[in-house]
């Protein structure tokens, strides 16, 4: 697996999400790099393990959907298609959505085994924080990837994610469009769609 690969593969399991949270009251410096590192360690412990990859995976899953503000990033994946939407089909979007993504975060995150991160540093950034980690896979040359974390869900979560200073989170709002696209703006086709994709 060559890097490029690997920065693909991460990309379009990322969500798409870079509109600006709301005020942040009680985030600060020294609970977004706990969050980051915690994220990290529980990365860095199922690689460790030694499991076989169907368990890998499922702790995976449960790390994506433990540290990452699925919510919020399933909503902007959608865009303005949204507001078409009804409040029983958003509901069942964003479920679906958070499965679809995790499951491929899940496969990202696996791509670590041999591998590790490394949390950096960590900065303020207009209403939210910036956390730097260096990425060590097996083979590879080092390379950083950044987690913005913020509070506006009522907890630490992170909600995008920059890999070497390209911001890859977009991948996933276009295609999702693209699968809407194909679906000929049918949204509850888009959910079986999504239910059904790894």
Wanted: hydrophobic share 40%.
């Amino acid at each position: 697996m060559d890097r490029r690969k690997f920065l693909t593969g991460l990309g379009a399991g990322a969500a798409a999400l870079i509109a600006a949270p709301q005020a942040l009251w009680a985030l600060t410096e020294n609970s977004a790099s706990t969050l980051i590192n915690s994220l990290v360690a529980d990365i860095n412990r199922v690689i460790d393990s030694g499991k076989g990859e169907s368990a890998m995976f499922r702790e995976f899953e449960r790390i994506f959907q433990r540290y990452s503000d699925t919510s919020y990033i399933a909503a902007y994946a959608l865009g303005a298609d949204g507001r078409r939407a009804s409040a029983a089909q958003k509901k069942a979007f964003s479920k679906a959505f958070q499965g679809y993504i995790s499951r491929k975060y899940g496969k990202r995150f696996r791509e670590f085994i041999g591998g590790k991160l490394e949390v950096k540093g960590v900065k303020k950034v207009k209403k939210w924080y910036e956390v730097s980690t260096i990425a060590y896979l097996k083979g590879q040359s080092p390379f950083e990837v950044t987690f913005l974390v913020s509070d506006r869900s009522g907890r630490d979560l992170f909600f995008n994610m920059f890999i070497e200073g390209v911001n890859l989170l977009l991948t996933e709002r276009t295609e999702i469009g693209a699968i809407l696209d194909s679906k000929k703006g049918d949204i509850d086709a888009l959910i079986a769609e999504l239910e059904r994709l790894s």
